[in-house]
């Protein structure tokens, strides 16, 4: 494949040149964005098991990670506060090392079923405190640490990519099998997979008793 080049004609530099492109922004969509976590906001992320964490380190590099649990595993402390269990992962710690040098976070949360989601922003902070880490344990296993985020910004999100894309439609769910498996692709990206499949498929199912000890 060859390398895709921009042309510089085409490229937006700055803001006006993009607004310039679109409608103005409707009243309504400025107006829903708030300040603290009402009561429809609780409400979601008590229903969420799942939320998207973005996060920058200091020279502006991104990362966005999955978190997931059982329902309502984001602790809301206040209006103004959420904390996100972090639970065992690969120790790569590429959100959490972000957050150590920019504490700047976006968060959004999902509900299988649900087309709308809800955005969070605000400012994180690792915590170590017992006392909370004690109340997010699952299976007798609190956390080794907690993602405190300060809210600064609030707001629902409308439902059309998730219609665009049907991402709950049944109809439209694909065959896993269609791909390598998980295990296959990260060998192939790095020391390289086996070529009997019967090795490879004895190393997935290592892989799945692993998932089984290391959830929490």
């Known amino acids: 494949m060859n390398e895709f080049k921009l042309d510089p004609d085409h490229v937006i530099a700055d803001e006006e040149s993009l607004r ?19 009561a429809h906001a609780q409400a979601f992320i008590r229903r969420s098991p799942f939320v998207c964490l973005g996060t920058q380190n200091a020279d502006g590099r991104a990362d966005v ?12 402390l206040d209006p103004n506060t959420l904390a996100i269990p972090d639970r065992p992962g690969n120790n790569r710690l590429d959100s959490l090392a972000n957050i150590v040098s920019n504490p700047n976070v976006g968060l959004l949360f999902v509900i299988p079923g649900f ?3 809800l955005r969070v922003n605000g ?7 017992p006392g909370l880490l004690d109340t997010m344990a699952v299976r007798d296993r609190a956390p080794g640490l907690a993602i405190v985020v300060r809210v600064r910004e609030v707001f629902m999100h409308c439902a059309k990519a998730f219609r665009r894309s049907q991402l709950w439609n049944p109809d439209h769910f694909q065959d896993r099998d269609g791909m390598p498996s998980l295990s296959k692709i990260i060998l192939d990206q790095t020391t390289g997979a086996p ?7 004895r190393i997935d199912a290592d892989l799945e008793v692993e998932y089984g000890k290391t959830l929490y």
């Open 20 to 38: 310039s492109l679109f409608h103005a922004v409707a009243p309504l969509a400025v107006d829903k964005c708030i300040d603290a976590l009402d």
């Open 65 to 76: 990670s999955p978190r997931g649990d059982p329902p309502g595993f984001v602790r809301i």
């Open 115 to 117: 087309d709308d989601t």
């Open 123 to 129: 400012e994180a902070t690792l915590v170590t405190d």
């Open 195 to 201: 070529d009997d499949d019967a090795e490879m498929r």
